[in-house]
C-alpha cells in the first residue's frame, strides 16, 4: 500500500502535533491548539518521513525565489508519488510553500521524532539535495537552507560533507571526506568508520527505522559512494 493514501487525516493531522499538526489540521479543517507541543505520533514512521520530505522540499523549492518545474518533477520522481494520489499531496506542498511558518520549527520537529537516529536525518539532507538539483544547479540560498537544516538535526561539518561529497560522481568525489575521515588517518581506523558507515546507511537498517521503500534509491546510491570509497583508501594506501 502506498505511504500517500493516508497523509492528509484527521488521526495523523491532531496525533503530529507541532508545526506539522498545524499544518494538516488546517487542510482538513480542524483546530489544533498552538499551545500543543508535543511532537509524538501516532501515525507510521514512513508516513512522517514522507510527510517531512513534502513540507521541507516545499520550502527548499522556493528558497532561492522560484520554483522550477525540475524541481516539481523531482519531488514527484523522487517521491515516487502516484498520478492519484497527487492532488493530495498538491495539496499538502501547496500549503506549506504558502504558509507563513518557517522551515526551522519542521526541522526541529522532524529532528525531535527521529532524535538519535541521525542515519534518517542524514537521509533527509541527502534527498533534499537530490531535489535542489533537479535544475541543473544548487543555489546559494538552496545550500545554505540545507546546510541550516543539518545544523537543526545535529549533524557535525564532517557528517554534511560526507553527504554532500557522496552526491559527487565517482571519479571527482574525495573518499576520506565520504568516510569521514583524513588522509593521515591509518588505516585500521578508516575501516572502523567504514564498517559503522556501512551499517548506519545499510537500505535494509534505513527501511526498518521508518524511510519508505520509495525513497530508498538514494540510500543505495549513498552506500555506492561509501564502498567505493573504501576501495579507493584501501589503493591508496597500499601502494
Not at 148 to 174: T, Y
Request: net charge neutral; no cysteine; glycine share 8%.
Amino acid at each position: 500500500m502506498s505511504i500517500w493514501g493516508s497523509l492528509v487525516g484527521g488521526m495523523i493531522g491532531f496525533s503530529l502535533g507541532g508545526p506539522f499538526g498545524m499544518l494538516l489540521g488546517s487542510l482538513i479543517g480542524g483546530k489544533v491548539s498552538r499551545s500543543r507541543r508535543s511532537f509524538k505520533s501516532f501515525a507510521q514512521p514512513q508516513q512522517i518521513f514522507a510527510l517531512a520530505l513534502i513540507v521541507l522540499s516545499a520550502k527548499l523549492s522556493k528558497a532561492d525565489g522560484q520554483v522550477s518545474k525540475e524541481e516539481l518533477v523531482a519531488v514527484k520522481d523522487k517521491l515516487k508519488i502516484p498520478e492519484h494520489e497527487l492532488d493530495q499531496v498538491g495539496k499538502i506542498f501547496n500549503k506549506a510553500k504558502e504558509e507563513s511558518t518557517g522551515y526551522e520549527q519542521y526541522a526541529q520537529q522532524i529532528s525531535e521524532i527521529y532524535k538519535g537516529n541521525i542515519n534518517v536525518l542524514e537521509e533527509v539532507i541527502n534527498i533534499l539535495f537530490y531535489i535542489a538539483e533537479a535544475d541543473g544547479n544548487v543555489s546559494d540560498q538552496e545550500y545554505k537552507m540545507i546546510q541550516h537544516v543539518s545544523q537543526i538535526f545535529g549533524l557535525n561539518d564532517m557528517q554534511f560533507n560526507g553527504i554532500v561529497e557522496g552526491r559527487k560522481s565517482s571519479d571527482k568525489l574525495n573518499p576520506y571526506v565520504v568516510l569521514e575521515s583524513k588522509p593521515d588517518d591509518n588505516l585500521g581506523d578508516i575501516r572502523k568508520k567504514y564498517l559503522k558507515l556501512s551499517k548506519e546507511h545499510h537500505p535494509d537498517l534505513l527501511l526498518s527505522k521508518g524511510v519508505p521503500k520509495e525513497v530508498i534509491e538514494e540510500s543505495k546510491n549513498k552506500m555506492r559512494a561509501i564502498n567505493y570509497a573504501w576501495d579507493q583508501i584501501q589503493k591508496l594506501k597500499n601502494n
